[in-house]
């Protein structure tokens, strides 16, 4: 078993590069092939199908724009198992997602990749959240870290999936040639309804990966056409009936303005946006809200007229 020597707790590190001798996909399609055989298949538990994905991450990274039919049907094999309950899994698929996704970089006067395209994915994650998309009070996170048994509702679904989501989004943060599309903003809402106000000492994975991802997303360059879906966003989740979704916009709001702030001193529309939202949340009833220390850097902020 070629996976054998992985078992040992070195051999992780070891081995992610093990096909560096040749890039050509041709010379190592055997190995890519074997290597796609049911990487998560169970067998030796959560740290064997971890490594397994992490052999096959490193071959694969190599490759870059070489192989994208094999991206395509890896893809189509972790979609179903995204919903992973042990976290060096989900890290170690967020992290595979990343890869599987890099080389989708839209460039002026260029012909589409053909590799997996990140909006299409998130469409389909979308509509697989919608269950907790679709509340409006805050979410706790009640799924714990076993296998469990029986049949699951959506919302318990919904929760493994995302845990596994916001691991791709942060690996995606440092590595990604791009920032986050259109679609991926859709995903706010729903962040700032898990995203704890004050930090959480307790071990709470699902609250401390949204805040963290919230934090990355907001200092992320954002394209012209991106503005106004972006502000909608934000204005939407300012009339959130949850304080603690309203007090993170304001914080999201801060750092998206500071790193962009060249791009919004050129469009009046979202300055206008801007100030509407601080305004209402100045007046918002929450005493928590209102005495935000993000208002004082918003209100004072003279590029931007307010």
Aim: aromatic residues 10%; glycine residues 4%.
């Amino acid at each position: 078993d070629m996976y054998s020597n992985l078992m040992y707790e070195g051999g992780f590190q070891d081995h992610p590069s093990c096909p560096e001798e040749s890039r050509d996909p041709r010379k190592l399609h055997w190995l890519f092939e074997l290597l796609l055989e049911s990487p998560l298949s169970g067998e030796g538990g959560s740290f064997v199908d971890a490594c397994r994905l992490y052999v096959l991450q490193g071959g694969l990274a190599q490759q870059e724009w070489r192989v994208p039919e094999l991206l395509h049907r890896l893809l189509k094999y972790l979609e179903p198992k995204l919903t992973q309950v042990y976290k060096n899994v989900r890290e170690r698929i967020g992290s595979v997602l990343t890869y599987i996704f890099m080389i989708d970089v839209s460039l002026p006067n260029t012909a589409p990749t053909k590799s997996p395209h990140v909006h299409e994915f998130t469409s389909r994650i979308l509509e697989k959240l919608k269950p907790l998309m679709e509340v409006d009070e805050e979410i706790q996170n009640h799924v714990m870290e076993e296998n469990g048994v029986g049949d699951e509702d959506e919302r318990t679904q919904g929760i493994k999936l995302l845990k596994t989501i916001l691991k791709w989004l942060m690996a995606s943060a440092g590595r990604a040639f791009s920032t986050a599309v259109t679609e991926q903003l859709q995903l706010l809402p729903l962040f700032f309804k898990i995203a704890p106000v004050e930090n959480d000492n307790s071990y709470d994975e699902l609250k401390r990966d949204s805040k963290m991802c919230l934090s990355l997303m907001s200092q992320g360059l954002l394209y012209p056409q991106q503005v106004p879906s972006v502000l909608q966003v934000l204005k939407q989740t300012s009339r959130s009936s949850s304080w603690h979704a309203r007090y993170t916009v304001l914080t999201y709001l801060q750092t998206m303005v500071f790193y962009n702030l060249f791009i919004f001193l050129n469009n009046e529309e979202a300055v206008n946006d801007i100030q509407w939202l601080v305004i209402k949340l100045l007046e918002d009833e929450q005493l928590e809200v209102s005495n935000h220390q993000c208002l004082y850097f918003l209100t004072h902020g003279e590029d931007l007229c307010l």
